[in-house]
């Protein structure tokens, strides 16, 4: 590959256990480069990593951990995130030693100027409508290469490949700016709600950012807005939306055994009778925007129409673990006001009668401080809630930052539990109804736990 010279030999991720950045390293080890890294916390992707892929991954931030292959700067490319704090000891190693260090957004933008882009950006929905275009193009006789943001349900994996194929679907991830550096010829903005504060201080400047990366279609590209978001500097090419009036839309919506039926108008063409594999209304609305990809790229509406009802969605995204007649239990990424209501309206809609009960772990001391009266009032939505300790991430604690700031502004019954606690009301009290556990932090190791002990309760 141009963007990498043809001295080296190795590249060397640091916080290679990241979903992007596994994606990376994954990709450039199937290019044939040694490739090693270090994350602060063993997980099940670092861990199928290590056992299944032969990657070799360290978990203390120490120098000597740094494998003598990859000490050499002539040699060895470093890629990191900017989770990475400053004063990590591996990432100062190589900062000291002149070694060619470069932030996995940078990566990412180089190899999507390789090919024909198709980036998906947006607050939320981006990872299901990334992953749903991936598939459509996959199972088409267009094809498609892809980095995704989540594990897809029906691969294993966060990455495609497919040489023949000039398309590379790719989650395009606003945070820390990243998505600025790519270079779409197909481009969705799914959503611009106030998040990341810590970053861009205001809505304003997070617009911008947007506005930035519309900016970055190319010449001839296209660009597609849910309907209701506007933009003011770009061209945009048209809007998608449910049941309302738009360039792409949905519409005679109907439920058929739990997942929904509906009918595609688009640019000169209609799809009708089409089934979404994946249950709830607001994949209706991620499925548009991911046939109006596809459509672009020149995938038919019979391999629409075949591939759509088989996606089966992405790991932890409306995941139903259990459901056996007594109780549901449903796993789900959601870690913003806006994502969490529109979860749980589409569980309402779907099992309108069912109790419901929901677990969250509030992902971040910022986005709490920013959004615990949104939280609060999306989490209401809800029977009854119970809430974890906040996942710090990359954050150290913020005084009076806590969940009781939540727990106390519900409109619902609300506590708050260790996990340990967690576990016992599950073994001993939950009988019945749907039970979510929602967070982008650590509470996905307690999702095969939960549904143990749920089917042996049964």
């Known amino acids: 590959m141009k963007m990498i010279p ?40 670092t861990q199928k990593m290590q056992s299944e892929e032969g990657f070799r991954i360290n978990y203390r931030d120490e120098e000597e951990e740094i494998g003598t292959e990859f000490r050499c700067p002539e040699t060895t490319l470093v890629v990191y995130t900017p989770a990475i704090p400053a004063d990590s000891r591996q990432l100062n190693f190589f900062k000291n030693r002149g070694f060619a260090l470069h932030k996995r957004a940078e990566v ?29 193009l996959h199972h088409s006789a267009i094809g498609c290469n892809a980095f995704l943001g989540g594990i897809s349900a029906n691969f294993g994996t966060n990455l495609l490949l497919n040489p023949e ?11 820390d700016r990243s998505f600025l550096h790519l270079t779409p010829a197909l481009a969705v903005i799914t959503s611009m709600d106030e998040d990341h504060l810590d970053i861009y201080q205001n809505k304003a400047n ?18 597609f807005l849910k309907k209701g978001l506007s933009l003011v500097k770009s061209a945009v090419t048209g809007y998608y939306g449910v049941e309302t009036e738009a360039d792409c839309y949905a519409d005679c919506l109907r439920v058929e055994n739990g997942c929904y039926a509906f009918d595609y108008h688009g640019r000169g063409v209609v799809i009708e009778n089409l089934v979404c594999g994946i249950p709830g209304r607001l994949n209706v609305e991620n499925a548009t925007a991911a046939i ?14 075949r591939a759509l009802p088989e996606f ?33 309206r589409s569980i309402r809609e779907i099992w309108p009668e069912r109790s419901l ?33 906040i996942y710090p991430a990359r954050e150290l604690p913020l005084p009076g930052i806590d969940s009781e700031l939540i727990r106390e502004r519900l409109t619902v019954s ?38 143990t002990q749920l089917l042996i309760g049964k």
């Open 6 to 45: 043809d001295t080296i030999e190795n590249i060397y991720f640091l916080g290679i256990g990241g979903i992007g950045m596994s994606a990376l390293a994954r990709y450039f080890k199937v290019k044939g480069f040694r490739v090693a890294g270090y994350d602060r916390t063993l997980s099940p992707l």
């Open 108 to 136: 990412l933008g180089m190899i999507s100027r390789q090919g024909k882009a198709i980036c998906v950006a947006g607050t939320h929905g981006k990872t299901t409508v990334s992953t749903m275009t991936a598939f459509l």
């Open 165 to 175: 194929s000039p398309y590379i679907v790719i989650e395009a991830d606003e945070f």
């Open 206 to 223: 997070l617009t911008e950012a947007f506005e930035e990366f519309a900016g970055k279609v190319v010449e001839g590209g296209l660009l």
């Open 292 to 305: 109006t990809l596809a459509l672009e790229a020149g995938v038919s509406p019979e391999e629409i129409r």
């Open 312 to 344: 089966r969605g992405v790991v932890r995204r409306f995941n139903v673990h259990v459901n056996d007649g007594k109780r549901i239990y449903i796993d789900d990424y959601a870690h913003h006001p806006r994502e969490i209501e529109a979860t749980l």
């Open 357 to 389: 009960t929901v677990v969250f772990q509030p992902h971040l001391y910022t986005r709490t401080r920013d959004f615990y009266p949104g939280f609060a009032k999306s989490l209401s939505l809800a029977d009854e809630v119970i809430l974890l300790d």
């Open 414 to 451: 609300g506590r708050i539990l260790s996990k340990e606690a967690l576990m016992e009301y599950i073994s001993c009290d939950f009988r019945q109804g749907i039970l979510v556990t929602m967070g982008a932090g650590d509470i996905d190791r307690l999702v095969h736990s939960i549904k």
